[in-house]
Antibody, heavy 116, light 107 residues
Framework: EVHLVESGGGLVQPGGSLRLSCAAS????????MNWVRQAPGKGLEWVSY????????YYADSVKGRFTISRDNAKNSLYLQMNSLRDEDTAVYYC?????????WGQGTLVTVSS | DIQMTQSPSSVSASVGDRVTITCRAS??????LAWYQQKPGKAPKLLIY???SLQSGVPSRFSGSGSGTDFTLTISSLQSEDFATYYC?????????FGQGTKLEIK
């Protein structure tokens, strides 16, 4: 059974940084593309970033480009999201999501709150 | 970017009802569309992919149709566990985008 477990969320001040991690199990992690998708409180879903299985292809939403960096370590079955220059509007639950073209497995999410 | 617009934003229905939710893309996306169900406090769950393919383990009362710009999700006979929020998502091109969601409530 596929399990994706996010960690690293918390309260951070505007302008601060945070690094999210996602530990994957139950799948051949190195074979799959991965994504981060977020959901602000009471709002809809927003795709944030994509990384291919070999890290050769990476995409970002315009809202985070230049501030967030996605990465992965296939030897550790782990996905990461380095978030810098955080803003109030980055407050959300961040989900680690497996994909081919569609988001078929989701973690439980980790809450990031940006507030002074 | 491709904009995804769902309608209605909310719908009230009763157990046993047939419900249809629509999703329109701002440009053609062929069949690169998925539907997700989300319950409060939980992660979304993939229901339908490639516009009309049922994800493994999803009940057959869920079905999807459409191609190009117009898509529908149909629940043939609502069960109590189906009351949730539903999102469409296009996978035609990055940035992947979601509809704003449709909240399905008990009448």
């Amino acid at each position: 059974e596929v399990h994706l477990v996010e960690s690293g969320g918390g309260l951070v001040q505007p302008g601060g940084s945070l690094r999210l991690s996602c530990a994957a199990s139950g799948l051949t992690f190195s074979s799959y593309s991965m994504n981060w998708v977020r959901q602000a409180p009471g709002k809809g879903l927003e795709w944030v970033s994509y990384i291919s299985s070999s890290s050769s292809t990476i995409y970002y939403a315009d809202s985070v480009k230049g501030r967030f960096t996605i990465s992965r370590d296939n030897a550790k079955n782990s996905l990461y999201l380095q978030m810098n220059s955080l803003r109030d509007e980055d407050t959300a639950v961040y989900y680690c999501v497996r994909s081919g073209y569609y988001f078929d497995y989701w973690g439980q999410g980790t809450l990031v709150t940006v507030s002074s | 970017d491709i904009q995804m617009t769902q309608s209605p934003s909310s719908v009230s229905a009763s157990v046993g009802d047939r419900v249809t939710i629509t999703c329109r893309a701002s440009q053609g996306i062929s069949s690169w569309l998925a539907w997700y169900q989300q319950k409060p406090g939980k992660a979304p769950k993939l229901l339908i992919y490639a516009a009309s393919s049922l994800q493994s383990g999803v009940p057959s009362r869920f079905s999807g149709s459409g191609s190009g710009t117009d898509f529908t999700l149909t629940i043939s006979s609502l069960q109590s566990e189906d009351f949730a929020t539903y999102y469409c998502q296009q996978a035609n091109s990055f940035p992947y985008t979601f509809g704003q969601g449709t909240k399905l409530e008990i009448k």
